[in-house]
């Protein structure tokens, strides 16, 4: 009878024993689930949370359906899908209207100059497809012409970047590729 109560309770210990594995398995499972589901950069978003829940990614609602990012990179240290991006603020122009004034406004700004660049982690392409709907891929001339930025990677070369459609970037490309090809924007949508 002794022998049947040892027993009894070593059933019971084996299987508080698989029921806490199981638990443990399950929450392991729910921790690599969240942290190995961080949105790409570029992906739309509504808060930072649907970028990252480790927090290393923010939401940009200035874009449309808004724009999964990275602010502040170094270059090659963004993540595979992306590119480190440098966007310059110009410098304003600044006129004086006494010759022998010795205004040093410009002179100071020009030293400021290290604090008129941002940089962000940009969803890097190679054609528009790689991008996802309402952006198209922004080639180095367009990314320097009409956005002041450049791509600052050493070491990779991405084509591109998706920026969405709407920027003057897109506007011209659009209008060059129009006159190229020889169709008048006007005509074609009177057709």
Known sequence: MLYSYFVYDMLALMKTIAKTVNKLILLLAFFTFLTGCS????????YDADCSAEG??????S???GYCLIITCNPDRCPGEAACVEFITPAPEFET????SEDLTPYLYEQLEPNRTRTYCLAECKKDKDCRSGYYCA????IENNLNARIIDENSSPEGICIPKNTTADTESATESDTESGTDTETASDN
Do not use: V
């Not at 950069?41 to 509504?46: E, L, V, Y």
């Not at 080639?139 to 367009?142: F, G, K, S, V, Y």
């Open 63 to 65: 874009q449309p359906s």
């Open 39 to 46: 949105a790409k950069i570029g992906d739309s978003c509504t």
């Open 139 to 142: 080639d180095n001339d367009d």
């Open 56 to 61: 290393d990614r923010t939401c940009d609602n």
């Open 97 to 100: 209207d006494d010759t022998d």
